[in-house]
C-alpha cells in the first residue's frame, strides 16, 4: 500500500466489461439468426403472396438487429476495453484482444449507418429478389433494372457511410473479405489469368477431349434425394444439426449453433447439378458445424470470410467431388442408387467425363477452368457500377460484349447473361471476388494437406472422409476469424496465400484429361 | 367564435391519435407472425439439435412484441381516445370504437404482466413442447412431469397477475374465448352431456353399427399428398397465400395476412388421418385467408376466438366433409387417386363408414359425438390444476380414474392417456373447452346455412363450394373480432348460442347411421 498523497490507482478491473459485451454479442446474434432463418423461409417455404409482408417482417428484425448491432452501451464498453489493451497493454488473453478489436470494428461500421438507410436496404434486397425470380423466369431485365439501379445507389451510399476512408468499392468488399483491397484482388487475378487462359487454349485445341454424355441419364428425383442425402452426411455434414432443401439456387443458410440448411436444385436428366450443387452447399455446412457453437455469435466462432468460407465449398465440390479417388467409392454407390443408370462406366471414365472444359453462358454450370472468368468479369463490371463508371442501364451491353471477348460468344437473353445470378438482386455487390479468393484458398489448403496426409487417396476411395476433415476443423474452422483471411491461410498452410496452387491444380487436373500437359507451353 | 373569457375548447383532434394507434398494432403483429413462424419452423422443419437455440430466439422475439404491446405511448394514446369516446361521445364509428376498446383491453392484459414473467413462460412453453415430443415417444410421464408442474405454476401467476378480478381459470379462458366464463361453459356442457352420453349407449346398442374396414386401404403417401392438397384447394384453401407440410400434431399457423400454413399427419393404412386432418386445418385456414389482409394485427382482421376458429375447423371436417352429398363429389376422385383403394364401395357406403361411434382412448382420432366427453375431462381436470385441487403429480391417476369412468375403459399408458395432447406441454390451459364450444358454433351456424342455401347439398354433390364458404365469409371471417363471440355468432345465426344444434345434428346423423332414431328416448 501507498500512502502517497497522489496514490496511482491500480487499473479497474474490465473483466465483467468483457463478459458484458460478449453476452451483448451473442445475444445480437440470436435476433441476426432470427433473420437468417426469414431469409432462408423466404427462398425455399414462403408462399407466392407472402412476398410483400416477408419484405416487412426482414426489415423490422434487420432494423432491431442494427440497433443492438449500435447500442451506445456495448460502445462504450468496447472503447474501454480497446484503450485497456492499447499497445499490449493490460492482462488480456489474444483471442480477447482480437475478439475487441473485431467486435469493435465492426461496430463503428454499423455506426456510421443511418437506421433509415439500413431498413432501406433489407427493404430493397427483398424487392429485388422477389423482382429477380421473375425477372430471370421471363428474362425480363427492364422489370429488373430500376430494383438495381436503387440497390446500385444505396450500396454505394453504404460504402461511403461506413468506410469513409477506403475506395467505395473496397468498402463493400471489405465487409465479405476483411482487409482484402480491390487493387491486390485485381493483381491476384492478373497473374492468375493468363495461366487460365492458356489452359481454356490448350483445352479446347485437344484432339480428344473429356465428353460428359455418360452423365446424361435419367435419375428419378426422389433418388438424387436419398443419395446426395447420403453423400452429404458420409462426407461429414451431420443432419442432427441441419436440413436440406430445394430452392431457386442453391445455398447454405445458417439458423443457429445447431441449425445449419443447405439447399440444392435438381435435374432429372443430369445428376451433377444436384450431387455438386449439395457437395458445394455441404462444404460450407461443414464449416459452419465446424465453428465452436458455445463461440456464436463472436469471432472466436465465426466465419473468417466469404473467400474462406468458399475454399471450404470448392475444396468438398472440386477437389475431391471431381477427385478419382472420389469416384472409386461414389461410384458403386451411385450405381446402387440409380439402378439404370452408370452400370457400364468406370470410375476413370466418370471422373474424365467431370473435366470438361468449355465457354459456358451460366456461372453456377461452368466447369472449374473457366469459372474464374466468370468472377472476373463479375468483378470488373461491378466495380465499374459501384464508381459510377458503367450505368446499371447500360449493365447488359457490357456483360455481353465483355462475354463475347472473354469467351467468344454471346448471350442471347438477359436470363443467360445479366439475370444469371442471384447476388447483386440481393444487395451482395463486392461478393462475387470472393469465390476465386476461395479457389485459390482451396488449391493452397488442398496442397498442404496432401503433404501432411500421405494416405489422403486411400482415404477418399475407402469413403474414409474424417481425417480431412479433421485437418480442416483443427487448422481452419476452429480458428473463427481472429485472424484476417490472409494470415489465417498463411498460419493453416505455412505459406503465403498465392495463385500458384491453383494454377498447379488446373494443370495438373485438367492438362492431363485433354493430353496437353501439366503446364502451360513456355 | 366567443369572446367570452372562459372559451369552451373545441375538442382536440384525435384522429392522428388513432391512425398511430392503428399503425402501432400493425407494427406489433409484425414481430408477433416472426415469433409464429419460429413456432412454424420448430414443428416442422427444425433439426433436432435446433432446440435448445430455438428457445433463445423465441424467448428473444416475445420478449420484443411484449414490449410492444406494452408501450406507454400507445397505452397513452388508447386511454386517450377511449377517454374521448366514453358514453358514446365523439365522432367515431362503431368499429372504431371497438377497435379502441380491445386494444386497450388488450394492452392492459399485457401490461399487468411482468416481462421476466413473459419471458420464463415463453422458454418454459418451448422447453415444455421438446420434452412432450420425446416424452410421448417412450409414454415418459416422469420426464415430462416437472415441465408441466412449472407451466401450470407460471400460468397460475399469470392468471392472476393479468386478471385479477377473475377466477384464475377464468383469466386463462378469456385469453382463448373473451368474454366467455367457465361457468357458463360448465352449464352449457351439462346440458349437452345427457344427450351424448344417451347417443353414445344408444349407437353402443346398435344391431347393425357402421363399420370402418372399408377405410382400411393401403394409401401410398405421395398420393395422399397430392389427394389432400387437391381437396383442400378445391374447398378454397389458396395455396399462393398458404402451404401444407407435415407435422407431429396437425396444426394451421399464421405467419402473415398472406402466409397461412397448414400441417397434417400421414397412414399409409388410414387415409382419414390425413384428409380430416387436412379438411380440419383447411377449416381453420380459410377462416385465416378470409380475414382482412389490410387489417392484419387489427381487431376487425383478426379471428374472433377460439371457440370460432373451431366452428370453422369442424365445420369444414365434420359437417362438410362427413356428409353425404361430400362424398358423392369426393370419392370418384378419391378412386382415381389410389386405384386400388376404394373401388367398389358407394359413396352411401364410405360416408356411413364415417360414423362409427365408440369409446377411443386418443382425442385426435375419437368420433364426432364422444369428442365431446374427451373435452370435459380435459376442461375439468385442467380446470383442477390450475385451482390446486389437483396436484400434477396425481394427474395421471385422476386422468386415468375419469377416463375410465366416462368410456368404460383404461389407458394402458401415458402416451395413450395424459401425454396424448401437445397443448399443456405448450401452456394451452384454458384452451380445450373452445373445441366444444366450436362444435356447439359449428353445428348452430351449419343449420342457419342451410336455411339460408336450399341447394346446399347440390352444390357440396358437385364440388360447388363457393356458395358456403361465401356465406361463412361474410357472416364470420370478415367480422373479425369486433364483436365477442356470442353476439358474434348470435348475430350470424339469428339466434342466441345454445347447444340444441348440436344435439340435433349428431342425433340426425348418428342416430339413423346406427337405427336408433334421431332423438333419446322420452
Redesign the interface.
Given at each position: 500500500m501507498t500512502t502517497s498523497d497522489h496514490p496511482r490507482r491500480s487499473p479497474p478491473d474490465l473483466r465483467p466489461d468483457y463478459a458484458a459485451a460478449a453476452a451483448h454479442a451473442q445475444?445480437t446474434a440470436?435476433?441476426a439468426?432470427?433473420e437468417a432463418?426469414?431469409g432462408w423461409?423466404e427462398q425455399t417455404?414462403?408462399?407466392?403472396?407472402?412476398g410483400?409482408?416477408?419484405a416487412?417482417?426482414v426489415a423490422?428484425?434487420a432494423s432491431?438487429v442494427h440497433s443492438a448491432r449500435t447500442d451506445p452501451a456495448q460502445r462504450d464498453r468496447l472503447e474501454r476495453l480497446a484503450a485497456s489493451m492499447e499497445g499490449g497493454k493490460g492482462d488480456w488473453s489474444d483471442e480477447q484482444r482480437a475478439t475487441v478489436v473485431r467486435l469493435l470494428r465492426d461496430l463503428h461500421k454499423q455506426l456510421r449507418l443511418p437506421p433509415r438507410l439500413v431498413e432501406e436496404i433489407a427493404r430493397a434486397c427483398i424487392d429485388g429478389q422477389q423482382a429477380w425470380v421473375d425477372a430471370r423466369r421471363h428474362s425480363d431485365w427492364k422489370g429488373f433494372a430500376p430494383k438495381l439501379a436503387r440497390l446500385v445507389e444505396l450500396k454505394r451510399e453504404q460504402a461511403t457511410a461506413q468506410s469513409p476512408d477506403l475506395d467505395p468499392y473496397d468498402a463493400l468488399l471489405d465487409d465479405y473479405e476483411p482487409g482484402a483491397r480491390s487493387s491486390d484482388v485485381s493483381a491476384l487475378f492478373d497473374r492468375l489469368r493468363p495461366g487460365i487462359v492458356a489452359l481454356l487454349r490448350a483445352c479446347r485445341g485437344s484432339t480428344c477431349p473429356p465428353r460428359d454424355d455418360l452423365l446424361k441419364q435419367h435419375v428419378p428425383r426422389s433418388a438424387q434425394e436419398r443419395f446426395v442425402r447420403m453423400v452429404a452426411e458420409r462426407i461429414g455434414f451431420?443432419?442432427?444439426?441441419?436440413?436440406l432443401d430445394s430452392s431457386e439456387h442453391p445455398f447454405c443458410s445458417t439458423?443457429?449453433?445447431?441449425?445449419c440448411r443447405l439447399t440444392t436444385r435438381w435435374d432429372e436428366s443430369y445428376l451433377p447439378t444436384a450431387l455438386f450443387g449439395v457437395l458445394h452447399e455441404a462444404g460450407h455446412g461443414l464449416y459452419e458445424q465446424g465453428l465452436r457453437p458455445d463461440a456464436?455469435g463472436l469471432p472466436r466462432g465465426e466465419a473468417a470470410s466469404l473467400g474462406v468460407h468458399e475454399s471450404q465449398s470448392r475444396l468438398w465440390e472440386n477437389l475431391v467431388g471431381r477427385s478419382l479417388p472420389f469416384w472409386e467409392w461414389c461410384l458403386p454407390l451411385a450405381r446402387k442408387a440409380f439402378p439404370a443408370a452408370f452400370s457400364d462406366a468406370s470410375p476413370e471414365a466418370v471422373q474424365r467425363s467431370m473435366l470438361v472444359v468449355g465457354p459456358s453462358l451460366i456461372r453456377v454450370e461452368a466447369d472449374e477452368v473457366t469459372y474464374n472468368l466468370h468472377i472476373m468479369l463479375r468483378f470488373d463490371l461491378e466495380r465499374a457500377l459501384i464508381r459510377g463508371d458503367l450505368a446499371v442501364a447500360d449493365l447488359p451491353t457490357a456483360w455481353d460484349d465483355r462475354f463475347e471477348q472473354d469467351f467468344g460468344i454471346r448471350p442471347g437473353t438477359a436470363a443467360e447473361g445479366v439475370l444469371q445470378d442471384i447476388h447483386w438482386s440481393g444487395g451482395l455487390i463486392g461478393y462475387f471476388p470472393t469465390y476465386t479468393l476461395g479457389n485459390v484458398y482451396s488449391a493452397q489448403m488442398m496442397a498442404a494437406v496432401e503433404t501432411d496426409l500421405p494416405e489422403l487417396s486411400t482415404h477418399i476411395a475407402t469413403g474414409q472422409f474424417a481425417p480431412l476433415l479433421h485437418w480442416l476443423r483443427e487448422r481452419v474452422h476452429a480458428q473463427g476469424r481472429l485472424l484476417d483471411p490472409g494470415p489465417l491461410v498463411t498460419n493453416a498452410t505455412g505459406r503465403p496465400v498465392s495463385e500458384r496452387w491453383l494454377m498447379e491444380s488446373l494443370w495438373n487436373r485438367y492438362g492431363p484429361a485433354h493430353g496437353v500437359g501439366t503446364s502451360p507451353p513456355a
Open positions: 445475444r440470436v435476433l439468426s432470427v432463418l426469414l423461409d417455404m414462403l408462399p407466392q403472396g407472402g410483400a409482408y416477408r416487412d417482417q423490422a428484425v432491431l451431420d443432419f442432427t444439426r441441419g436440413r439458423a443457429g449453433p445447431h441449425d456464436f
